[in-house]
């Protein structure tokens, strides 16, 4: 019989062939396992015996940070996850610890070692441990307000804030910003989204700014300085206050207008009674919570709710390619934003700014304030590592507020007096008053510098990729771009020493010997322009001031709309007419000046006359002798012509004055009627020269020149800030590395 075939055999032998069975070894068979980490207790005898020789020695170890950053990475080398994986552990101990021998050698490095050696810590422990990644993200959500009541009044609100510690990265949400400038003028800032990536950049979203006049004020009730307490009786958090019953009051009537347009609005009260909002201990479900409220408080802002009011109008009128641009919608949106409160959501508590810097320590002030270096190596890496770039600024102002300030400062009262300005007045009027106008700026960009060496000076510099200007209608989507320009740049330049606890740099009082040397120095450079920058400086070293430099440029081409050009022609031949009327107002002023000058020589000569009067009469006696003895002399000069008889010198006087009188008012009326008939003159030539349509044209032609230009166009020069106030703060405590 043939062998039967084994379903065992394997392939390529002969059928009837089997193979010998193989004993199983279990150690070998075994699945193959990942290797175990190598656990060494070396790195842990190490921190013990450290650790113990520095609580005995030396504290200021500890204090450094350098034994928890120690801690962290060996502990992590032993978990078997660890930074820097490649290089053994020794190597970054030692470096570890001779970095602190060479920075605990100085006070500066040893401050500046411990920041690092924290920072270190934290993200090590972030890498290294899974408990530091639960909880590497911290939300907070109805937080206190900041108010602003040192030397202006105003609220600062976030409505929610996040913090990333693996990415070192806050993004706050929700922010709105309220402050009073003066009794009639108020700025609302706005934005939904601000993420600061701490030593690396702070990026802004859209910002809508707005200038508001008094009608449209939030805070138009709450003097300028509304918090006189007694600061040693007052709280870290603050209720009731002036500022936030104006902010609600507000806020509660535009949030009765515009709730019907908000999602969920009734879900989510426009404040909480408790400090900060707690979360569920659930990691999934706080997220999702954490999310939900960061959507609803980006839903429910005044700009957000503008964009999709605007949008539903332009889609019933369909006129949806109005708001397809960019520009051109932020423009609508701001205009729009303009009419809404000044703080749309404000909390129901806050902390004041006076009690934040009354609570600062006297000890820690003063070590703050006698070492000026300190504060410049603080403020240089935080200015140096944080470059802010904004998506937008947006900002908008009331034809009405434009009118009324015109009013004030340009036309004045001369619309009463003359036709021609009052027919300019309505005009100009007419095209601001129905209208709001909004100021666009795209793709910001600043940064600052703020020396270390106070020979230099701090340097503020911002680039705009674009600007424009538009007019839009209340109540309307339509809008017309009236400026648009290539872009723009500015820079500002302050001096050192306006630095907080810089008193030591400030600028002498000027003294007379100082002033005495300063203008005997002029008059040797007379006729130079050295002469003339010193004169300058020496009138604001008189009146104690300083300077900002400022230096701003717009890059050309630059385009502009005939509506802009026409305002622009009415106010160029407002301003000439007003010069006419200036000019004859002043000739006015300065002639009843003189007549009554005139009047009280005349007053004074007739007080004299009349004390000289009673002296010149003579007794009766004498009057009687004296008229015998002219008889007498007229008897003997009988034969003498009445003609040539001489007037008596008594009546002279009297008759010259007379004629002098009158021949001034004579003159006088004359000169008044030349001058009036040249005032009308001048006006009349101003309408017929200067009409509308001459300068219309002229500004017309200088305007397209503009279009195909190429260049940058602009304005630099010096501001001056008076140095009282800073003198009256200054404090004369000694200095330590000034």
């Known amino acids: 019989m043939e062998p039967t075939a084994n379903e065992d055999t394997p392939p390529g032998l002969p059928k009837g062939i089997t193979r010998k069975p193989v004993p199983i070894n279990p150690t070998l068979d075994a699945a193959p396992t990942k290797p175990q980490a190598k656990h060494s207790f070396a790195p842990l005898t190490y921190i013990a015996l450290i650790l113990l020789g520095t609580a005995l020695l030396s504290w200021r170890w500890i204090l450094s940070g350098t034994p928890f950053l120690v801690c962290s990475l060996s502990i992590g ?40 050696c924290y920072t270190a810590v934290l993200l090590s422990c972030l890498y290294q441990f899974g408990f530091a990644t639960r909880i590497d993200s911290i939300s907070l959500f109805d937080l206190p307000a900041l108010e602003i009541d040192k030397d202006t009044v105003g609220l600062f609100v976030v409505r929610g804030l996040t913090f990333s510690l693996s990415t070192l990265t806050a993004t706050a949400y929700g922010i709105e910003v309220g402050v009073k400038l003066d009794e009639d003028m108020e700025l609302s800032i706005q934005t939904d989204k601000v993420v600061v990536a701490l030593f690396r ?26 918090n006189e307490r007694d600061m040693s009786k007052d709280t870290l958090i603050a209720r009731d206050t002036l500022l936030l019953k104006a902010a609600y009051a507000s806020a509660k009537n535009g949030f009765a207008e515009i709730q019907e347009e908000l999602h969920d609005a009734a879900d989510t009260p426009l404040s909480s009674n408790t400090l900060v909002r707690k979360l569920s201990p659930d990691e999934e479900k706080a997220r999702t919570e954490v999310e939900k409220l960061t959507k609803h408080i980006l839903n429910t802002s005044t700009s957000h709710i503008a964009q999709e009011m605007l949008r539903k109008i332009a889609k019933e009128r369909e006129i949806d390619g109005v708001l397809d641009s960019e520009n051109n919608l932020r423009a609508a949106v701001c205009a729009h934003v303009h009419e809404q409160p000044t703080v749309a959501h404000p909390p129901s508590k806050s902390i004041r700014l006076t009690t934040l810097s009354h609570n600062k320590h006297p000890k820690f002030k003063k070590f703050v304030h006698r070492l000026p270096l300190l504060y410049r190596l603080l403020l240089n890496p935080i200015s140096y590592f944080h470059p802010i770039r904004i998506k937008s600024v947006t900002s908008a102002g009331s034809g009405k507020w434009f009118v009324s300030l015109m009013k004030d400062h340009f036309f004045k009262h001369y619309s009463t007096s003359d036709a021609e300005v009052r027919r300019l007045e309505s005009r100009i009027s007419a095209w601001l008053a129905d209208a709001n106008f909004a100021v666009g700026l795209t793709d910001l960009f600043a940064t600052a510098q703020v020396p270390v060496d106070t020979d230099y000076d701090i340097e503020c510099k911002f680039k705009i990729g674009d600007l424009m200007a538009h007019r839009t209608l209340p109540e309307a989507v339509n809008l017309t771009q009236v400026v648009h320009l290539g872009g723009a740049d500015a820079t500002f330049v302050l001096p050192s020493y306006l630095l907080p606890h810089h008193e030591h740099l400030f600028p002498p009082i000027l ?13 040797e450079m007379a006729g130079t322009p050295q002469a003339v920058r ?72 007739s007080v004299a006359s009349d004390s000289v009067a009673p002296e010149s009469i003579k007794p009766d006696n004498a009057s009687a002798s004296s008229t015998e003895s002219d008889t007498a002399t007229m008897g003997s000069q009988n034969s003498v012509p009445v003609s040539t008889q001489s007037t008596p010198t008594s009546l002279t006087p009297n008759r010259g004055n007379t004629w002098k009188v009158g021949m001034n008012k004579a003159f006088k009326g004359m000169n008044t009627k030349i001058q009036d008939g040249w005032r009308k003159a001048g006006i009349q030539t101003v309408n017929v020269v200067a009409n509308d349509r001459w300068i219309a044209s002229i500004i017309g032609r200088i305007m397209r020149k503009l279009e195909k230009a190429q260049g940058d166009v602009g304005y630099s020069g010096l501001i001056t800030m008076p140095m009282a106030e800073y003198r009256e703060r200054a404090e004369l405590e000694t200095k330590l590395l000034p």
């Not at 910002?207 to 449209?216: F, I, S």
């Not at 003294?511 to 008059?523: A, G, L, S, V, Y």
């Open 534 to 605: 010193m004169k300058k400086d020496l009138e604001r070293r008189q009146k104690d001031e300083t300077c900002m430099k400022i230096a701003v440029h717009g890059h050309l081409p630059a385009l502009f709309d005939q509506q802009l050009l026409n305002f622009v022609a009415a106010t160029v031949k407002a301003t000439k007419v007003i010069e006419v009327e200036k000019g004859h107002e002043e000739l006015v002023l300065k002639r009843a000046a003189n007549d009554k000058l005139e009047m009280e020589i005349r007053r004074v000569d």
């Open 511 to 523: 003294t007379d010997f100082d002033e005495m040397r300063i203008e005997q120095e002029i008059e």
């Open 77 to 116: 080398d032993w978990n078997g996850k660890r930074v820097f994986p490649r290089i053994p552990l020794w190597p970054i101990l030692i470096a570890v610890n001779a970095t602190y021998t060479v920075a605990s050698t100085s006070w500066v490095l040893y401050w500046g070692f411990v920041a690092i």
């Open 201 to 226: 950049r702070i990026t802004i979203g859209d910002v809508y700014a707005n200038v508001k006049g008094r009608d449209e004020m939030t805070f138009k009730d709450v003097p300028q300085f509304p």
